[in-house]
């Protein structure tokens, strides 16, 4: 079946705000861009996102509001792309002969423009700098205004390669050299090159530029901001300048590793291999001219020597001295501040929105408001999976995983949404950690400060072509709204923040649809709160799976190494597993013996999507008399045959009961869709110990979905609806239906 993109496009009308959430009293500010020369704002607050005819319908309700109004609109730039900045405070100026060195892996050597490794270049092409052309030839070039002079290696650099480089000029002889040595010798028969030319007598470089390492040279934007140019995409290790030309067996030794104080005339030794939950590059040179990093480069990375015993950059730093960069990454898109909001101080807890408005274009840009720090408002908490939204946000595998095919893996027609369509015409919103950036490598940082279209009420699953996420998880804030269930929201971002204290007060949690991503101080916050007898509705799937990282100096961005065993889009080296971030070991949760089965009871089984999702069938646990709360007023044999995601419950992505992954031995299996999955549904690979042709929902018995209760200490207990389609049931027939029923029964014997 073809992938449909629709001819429609979206005109540009959309925004960010500056964090997830906020409380009364707090400002929540707001960056638009437009296309529009004017735009209508407005606050609302947001109920059920699923405009399907079937469902509720979209509801949302305006909130009065000082913001309410016309704007001025302007288009705001993203200025993408990792580098170092070291800032040229007159000290670089000072240079008229060099040597600048590095070693490089270059992972896309050809580009549509020269990509700089170290760079100092101005607007006006004066200065020098180290890079790759458009083809991939190492070069060094040299600019004053005299003119421009350069000197290439003689064939291009190959992809996946390291590479000694260095680069030279000599004030005196007027002598521009580069050095080229590839690494291994073998079985590069081709690696080793040496180019020099001899220049003119007047020619006499001007450093004053900032010096780049991974870009090659700045302007100013027209609203006065930094827009780097000529990024290189790869790693770069041990960056050094010397401020005269050094020889060619001055250069073999430091490419040998020598010390580069042993040749004096040392002008900046930048260390990659320290520090590497932070943004700022120390030189240990005598100068101390420190850099910044742009974009969240990738950190605690190897550099070209790896002695195949160290899996962990904690136990020998010294072997991770390299940063990863590429062309696309983006941190921050940087835009102005275009509305700011104080939070009222009557403005209840809930899920709220900028609505924007221009002709026939609208966008909401989403926001949460919590209870004031130790001031509950109510029973129930509805803990937002942020950090799961952030991981995925613009999201585009059908436009970077060109090498699947998707439409094979589902009998429904896929039709992206035109968010999604936008997302692909404008990858400098950057893409989320399931996609590749452009050299093909994985994408380990996503940032909250970007427009994440995805992340809309109105937003389709490309797969599906129902809400999934954040529009998905409204259908849980409609139906307690239906029900009248008072409920307080906090994020995946207030309990990373604030701890067990932020929820120790709620008599219950509930969940969103897909809780895929936690941190640690996530999972000991929540465990801790079961231990005190708290209770637990789990009403998702896939949850509590990727080990997850919150930067501590930018906690707008988040980290995650995918490992090499698991359900993933790319794999991690093996020895580059742990996070930068946090120095913890990166992959699954499972394998960090936290398993999400003792936690809720089940853990991730399989995923899939087709037209027609089943329900789940009863079991005798759900006969007993432990269980009589849960099916009270419910005589169904099967419960969730029908919804608005895939015509059932038990759809997506779905959790399996197993006590050999760590289900609590007195947990009860209430109800399952074993035996009731399609063919699309695919068992999760951590699951294939071996080759096995039964692996979809017709022939393999651990592709299902379990329902589950089971009690603990102090009063705690925890039930599980674990499918991500489960809550996409709850409207049903006017929410008259037996999983809202047994969510109803659930939740309030929970607030007892």
């Excluded at 101005?122 to 205004?145: P, Q, Y």
């Excluded at 904690?314 to 941190?331: G, Q, V």
């Amino acid at each position: 079946m073809a992938i449909k993109r629709p001819d429609a496009k979206r005109a540009e009308l959309l925004g960010y705000s500056d964090r997830p959430s906020a409380c009364p009293g707090e400002n929540m500010q707001f960056m638009v861009s437009s296309e529009f020369a004017s735009y209508e704002a407005s606050l609302v607050r947001l109920i059920h996102g699923d405009t399907n005819n079937a469902g509720p319908g979209f509801k949302e309700a305006v909130i009065e509001s000082p913001i309410n109004g016309v704007y001025a609109g302007t288009h705001q730039e993203s200025h993408v792309g990792s580098h170092i900045e070291i800032k040229n405070s007159g000290v670089i100026g000072a240079l008229r002969s060099f040597t600048v060195q590095a070693w490089i892996k270059p992972s896309k050597p050809s580009s549509s423009s020269d990509q700089g490794v170290v760079s100092s270049w101005s607007t006006n092409n004066s200065g020098f700098s180290l890079g790759l052309d458009v083809v991939g030839h190492a070069f060094v070039e040299v600019g004053s205004s005299s003119g421009l002079e350069r000197v290439t290696s003689g064939h291009p650099l190959r992809a996946g390669v390291w590479y000694f480089i260095a680069g030279g000029y000599d004030n005196r002889t007027k002598k521009l050299v580069l050095v080229v040595h590839g690494s291994p010798k073998w079985p590069l028969s081709d690696s080793d090159m040496v180019a020099e030319r001899n220049l003119s007598k007047n020619f006499k470089i001007d450093c004053s530029a900032d010096l780049l390492i991974g870009a090659k040279s700045q302007k100013k934007s027209l609203k006065g901001k930094m827009a780097t140019a000529g990024h290189f995409n790869g790693k770069i290790e041990h960056p050094r300048l010397f401020s005269r030309l050094l020889d060619t067996d001055e250069l073999s030794e430091l490419s040998n590793l020598a010390d580069p104080k042993k040749f004096g005339s040392v002008f900046g030794i930048w260390d990659f291999s320290s520090n590497f939950e932070s943004s700022e590059i120390k030189d240990l040179s005598q100068n101390r001219i420190d850099g910044v990093c742009v974009n969240y480069p990738t950190r605690a990375l190897l550099g070209h020597i790896w002695d195949r015993e160290t899996f962990d950059f904690r136990t020998n730093p010294s072997l991770y001295c390299a940063i990863e960069f590429h062309e696309d990454d983006n941190a921050d898109s940087d835009w102005d501040v275009s509305v700011d909001l104080k939070i009222p101080d009557d403005l209840k807890s809930g899920i709220y929105a900028l609505r924007l408005r221009a002709g026939d274009t609208e966008d909401h840009i989403p926001f949460f408001v919590r209870p004031r720090r130790g001031k509950t408002t109510a029973d129930i908490c509805y803990l937002i999976p942020t950090i799961t939204y952030q991981a995925y946000a613009n999201e585009s595998v059908l436009a970077t995983s060109l090498d699947t095919d998707w439409s094979a893996m589902t009998d429904i027609e896929i039709v992206p949404d035109l968010y999604d369509t936008y997302v692909w015409d404008h990858p400098e919103l950057a893409y989320s950690i399931y996609d590749r950036h452009s050299d093909g490598s994985g994408i380990n940082y996503s940032s909250w400060k970007r427009p994440i279209l995805n992340m809309r009420p109105k937003h389709r699953f490309w797969v599906t072509g129902a809400p999934r996420h954040f529009a998905a998880d409204l259908y849980v804030t409609d139906w307690l709204e239906a029900k009248e269930h008072k409920y307080d929201i906090l994020t995946d971002h207030d309990l990373h923040q604030d701890g067990v204290s932020s929820i120790s007060d709620y008599k219950v949690i509930i969940t969103g649809s897909h809780p895929e991503y936690w941190t640690e101080a996530m999972q000991n916050a929540l465990e801790t709160y079961l231990a005190d007898g708290g209770r637990l509705i789990y009403l998702g799937g896939n949850g509590f799976y990727w080990v997850t990282a919150v930067n501590p100096e930018q906690s707008h961005v988040i980290e995650v190494r995918r490992g090499y065993a698991s359900s993933r889009t790319w794999t991690s080296h093996p020895a580059e597993l742990h996070l930068a971030s946090t120095g913890e070991k990166g992959g699954i949760w499972r394998f960090r013996g936290r398993s999400p089965n003792s936690l809720v009871g089940v853990g991730f089984a399989a995923q899939g999507w087709s037209k027609t999702t089943p329900g789940y069938k009863r079991l005798p646990d759900s006969y007993d008399s432990r269980a009589a709360f849960i099916f009270d007023g419910v005589e169904d044999e099967i419960v969730g045959d029908f919804g608005l995601v895939m015509n059932g419950a038990s759809g997506d992505e779905i959790d399996r009961f197993d006590y050999g992954l760590g289900t609590p031995t007195h947990a009860m299996r209430l109800a399952t869709s074993q035996g009731l999955q399609s063919s699309y549904y695919l068992v999760t690979h951590e699951d294939l110990l071996v080759t096995d042709k039964n692996v979809d929902g017709t022939n393999n018995q651990n592709v299902r979905s379990d329902i589950v209760y089971f009690e603990g200490v102090g009063g705690s207990a925890v039930f599980s609806i674990p499918a991500m389609g489960a809550s996409g049931s709850l409207s049903h027939n006017n929410y008259e239906n037996n999983i809202s029923r047994i969510m109803d029964n659930v939740v309030r014997e929970f607030t007892k």
